[in-house]
């Protein structure tokens, strides 16, 4: 089996000592925050639990005023709440919230996801410069007295997603994928359908955080060099943990002679660790994050984070029965496939073709 394996030390050779110092105060603050966590299973409204919630409440304003500080000095990690107006963070907050419970259920799990898409999308393209814009003319059911037309002004953004590949990191990002690529073509002047290049990246889960090892099966991947040499590379992923399939992904790449014109990576939890790997690794790389976290577990794990997106987004596979993508696919149902049939479409080629 052809196999690309990077390891941890790797990843933790691109940050900085400054980073390491950064990393190092915010697992400090969150163990804080877990000596509290105890306290708040105890019944009823206790004095104890009372306090607890509100030392814990002071704890995360005091992370997310230190990860905002630290992000403001790194122009390539934009974190929605920490860029958008006030106004518009309950929304944010509210879906993080709802994706975080364990009595969200994989259809309303599966909603939730599409909502923070559109938002990160929203967020990756405000740039856009406001006085271009496109013109869509639909014609409406209505057609007495004759055929109505509506004419709806979008952001010209064709400079930005006329040149995408999307870049699946298979089973957690196959979904966020397919919206993001649906949020392309619906916001192209031309219904322009991005390529897929699909790569099978795994972990190691024997090992813990600090000698994990990233495995990148190229047998059992899909793509096509060509499609991705000077083009815009879309990863779409809900959690970027430790960074390390991204970078294992685009050092191949890049060590085959590929040349992208830029990397985004879309993602609706970060954890400042992964975030600052990776843009020391990769040149001209852009995270767009809905949310960021503080910490990792030993195990690698997003704290506090969501579980493991994959499962609750496609459910487990069956022991020793991983299913594969056109699997994935199938499974999602007519719903899902109906509503993204162009990127269904590219995906079985790829895979197929």
Known sequence: MKQIVLQASDLDGYLTEEDKQTIAVMDNKFAEAMALFPKLGTDGASARKQEARSKLIALYNEMGEKMQEITRKEPSIHVYSFETPRSSHGEASRLIAKLRDVRTETPEFVYYIQRA????????????????????????????????????????????????????????????????????????????????????????????????????????????????????????????????????????LIGQGIKPRSITFLNVISVLKGSLRIVRAIDNSEIYTLWMDPSLNNMAYIMPGLGDAGDRINGEDLPDQARNIIQLIADYGVGITSLYRAQVRKIEATVLG
Do not use: W
């Open 117 to 252: 898409y559109e938002l990160l999308f929203n967020l990756a393209f405000s740039s856009s410069i406001p006085e271009e814009k496109n013109y869509i003319f639909v014609d409406t059911p209505v057609d007495i007295p004759t055929q109505n037309y509506a004419v709806h002004k979008i952001p010209d953004i064709d400079e930005k997603v006329g040149n995408s590949v999307m870049c699946v990191m298979l089973r957690a990002a196959l979904l966020p994928s397919m919206i993001v690529s649906k949020e392309i073509q619906e916001y192209s002047s031309n219904d322009y359908v991005t390529p897929f290049a699909l790569f099978r990246i795994s972990r190691d889960d024997t090992k813990e955080e600090r000698n994990m090892a990233y495995i990148l099966d190229l047998e059992r991947s899909y793509f096509d060099l060509e499609v991705l040499d000077g083009k815009d590379l879309f990863f779409a992923d809900p959690m970027n943990a430790t960074g390390g399939s991204l970078v294992t992904i685009v050092k191949y």
